[in-house]
């Protein structure tokens, strides 16, 4: 299309060059021939005054050969009418070449009355030589022969021949020199003509190709300049001429993987910040988390060296004191004996706990699992935790089946319920009934110890189950009963959760995984 347009532009342009070399042929060649016409016309016209005046001179001469002899001016005679032959073939070869030139209409009469005249003057001279030759004496101004012929045949007959011949050949010169006045204007009026139509085809064509040469270039830059600005958005249209059609499609396509990269490498970015950001924040975290860490094990190590030296200054000081009296009784040796005893079960089950813990980090804490009857374990306990829990009253609500069965550690879950209630008769109001609640919930089933009680904060709630954490200074437990029995419930392939409502009273629930049947 494009090719086509350019080929389009040169045919008119051609065309247009054609029609304006044409006409300067055809104005050159009839401007040529006007003039090799108007220079014959005018050549002949000269030849016919020429022969005017030669005429007149021999006329003249001959006159004078009469008045003083016949031998006076013979050279000169003779010159004369060489000359006027010569001036008439020079007529007649000219004469012919008008005929030819301009046609017999143009030329009517002009050969023709050239052969009259000179007939004409072959005439005049041989009169003149017979009037030499009569001999007559008479004067010459007397004699008639004479005068008539000076009188009649050259004043009247030769002159109006000649005037005849000059007068028509003028009349040519004047057509010829009006045909081309005429043929000059109509040059004059055919370039201006043509120059008024041609101009605006020419003008029109230019701005034509102009535009269909620059519209592409221009959308091409459009194109280059968004890509450059970094707009990849941007696309080409491919209704452009089809030498264009591939350049865009490679350039609209350059841009579609500009902008897929850029996606990508946008994508990446976000990403990366994403990561860094999340990142940052897991590093905040773990690093709150080892601040609270180390605190807990300040704390921690503030605890266990309280706790273990509660005992171990009640160990050393019954010792002390029963090694100081001179003679004790065996009561009190006993007394002391059944003290350090009962210290000494504390500090064991103290370092029980924390070697529990210690082992279920590591993933080395293991339970002894058998099948069993959840119904009747927590029967069987029920009147352990009852004594536990004087004395408000202990309520077993069982929801379930009676005989569910679950692979289970019975020492290890009856160690977490005794957890469980002893943290509720502990921090819940007094002379309230604690609930021990068993529901299924295939394929688990839930068992929870439900109390009624301050509550647990919804901040706090989240760290019940962390290690050494004691919301509240009752009791002398270590805070980790929770920690423990979190441990147990995740060893049997369960969890412990918990709710609390501030006001109302918390639910702490252990969920353990049912056998089927």
Same mark, same amino acid.
């Given at each position: 299309?494009?090719?086509?347009? !350019?080929? #389009? ?11 304006? !070399? ?6 050159? @060649?009839?401007? =040529? ?25 021999? %006329? ?5 050969? +009469? ?31 008008? =005929?030819?030139?301009?046609?017999? /209409?143009?030329? !009517? ?18 009169? %003149? ?65 043509? $120059? ?20 592409? !270039?221009?959308?091409? =830059? ?16 491919? &209704? ?21 990269? /850029? ?5 990446? =970015? ?19 988390? #080892?601040?609270? #860490? ?23 000081? /019954? ?21 350090? *005893? ?12 924390? +070697? ?79 609930? #021990? ?17 301050? $509550? ?6 989240? @760290? ?12 002398? $437990?270590? $805070? *980790? ?13 369960? &969890? ?11 639910? %702490? ?9």
């Amino acid at each position: 299309m494009y090719k086509r347009k !350019l080929y #389009l532009f040169g045919l008119l342009s051609t065309f247009i060059l054609l029609i304006a !070399l044409a006409s300067a042929a055809v104005s050159a @060649h009839l401007t =040529r021939t006007n003039l090799a016409q108007a220079q014959l016309a005018q050549s002949l016209l000269s030849e016919h005054q020429q022969l005017s005046s030669i005429s007149y001179r021999l %006329f003249k001469q001959l006159t004078d050969e +009469l008045i003083f002899g016949k031998n006076a001016n013979q050279a000169k005679v003779r010159n004369k009418q060489q000359q006027i032959e010569n001036s008439l073939n020079r007529i007649k070869s000219l004469e012919l070449d008008q =005929r030819e030139a301009l046609g017999l /209409e143009a030329t !009517l009469g002009s050969v023709e009355d050239t052969d009259e005249l000179e007939a004409l003057i072959q005439g005049i001279v041989e009169e %003149f030589r017979a009037i030499a030759l009569s001999n007559d004496r008479t004067p010459l101004n007397q004699q008639q022969r004479l005068q008539t012929l000076l009188e009649v045949t050259i004043d009247n007959q030769f002159r109006e021949a000649i005037n005849s011949a000059v007068n028509r050949q003028t009349g040519v010169v004047s057509r010829i020199n009006a045909s081309i006045e005429t043929l000059n204007t109509s040059i004059v009026w055919f370039t201006i003509s043509l $120059g008024l139509i041609t101009c605006p085809f020419i003008l029109l064509g230019c701005y034509w190709l102009f535009n269909a040469l620059y519209q592409p !270039l221009t959308v091409i =830059r459009t194109g280059t300049d968004a890509i450059a600005s970094g707009n990849y958005h941007y696309r080409l249209p491919e &209704t452009l001429d089809s030498e264009f059609t591939d350049l865009v499609k490679a350039l609209n396509s350059m841009i579609a993987r500009l902008q897929e990269h /850029e996606d990508q490498a946008d994508a990446h =970015r976000k990403h990366l910040e994403f990561e860094v950001e999340s990142r940052t924040r897991a590093l905040k975290e773990a690093n709150n988390k #080892l601040t609270q #860490l180390d605190a807990k094990r300040r704390q921690f190590m503030a605890d266990v060296s309280h706790e273990l030296r509660t005992p171990l200054t009640i160990i050393r000081g /019954e010792a002390q004191v029963t090694l100081r009296q001179a003679a004790a009784s065996n009561e009190i040796y006993k007394e002391t004996l059944e003290t350090i *005893l009962e210290q000494a079960v504390n500090l064991s089950n103290l370092v029980d706990d924390l +070697l529990l813990l210690a082992r279920a980090e590591m993933h080395e804490f293991t339970v002894d699992l058998v099948k069993s009857d959840l119904h009747n374990l927590l029967t069987q306990n029920m009147a352990l935790w009852q004594k536990l829990t004087k004395p408000r009253d202990l309520d077993l609500k069982w929801l379930a089946n009676n005989e569910v069965q679950v692979l289970i550690d019975k020492d290890r879950i009856a160690q977490v319920l005794t957890i469980l209630i002893e943290n509720a008769h502990k921090y819940s109001y007094p002379d309230t009934p604690i609930v #021990l609640r068993v529901e299924s919930e295939s394929p688990n089933i839930n068992v929870s110890v439900i109390d009624i009680g301050e $509550g647990i904060s919804s901040s706090d709630l989240q @760290h019940v189950f962390e290690r050494f954490v004691r919301l509240k200074r009752k009791g002398n $437990g270590m $805070g *980790l009963g929770l920690s423990i029995a979190k441990a147990i419930a995740e060893a049997h392939h369960g &969890t412990l959760s918990a709710h609390s409502t501030l006001g109302k009273g918390s639910q %702490f629930t252990l969920t353990l995984p049912v056998l089927d049947d």
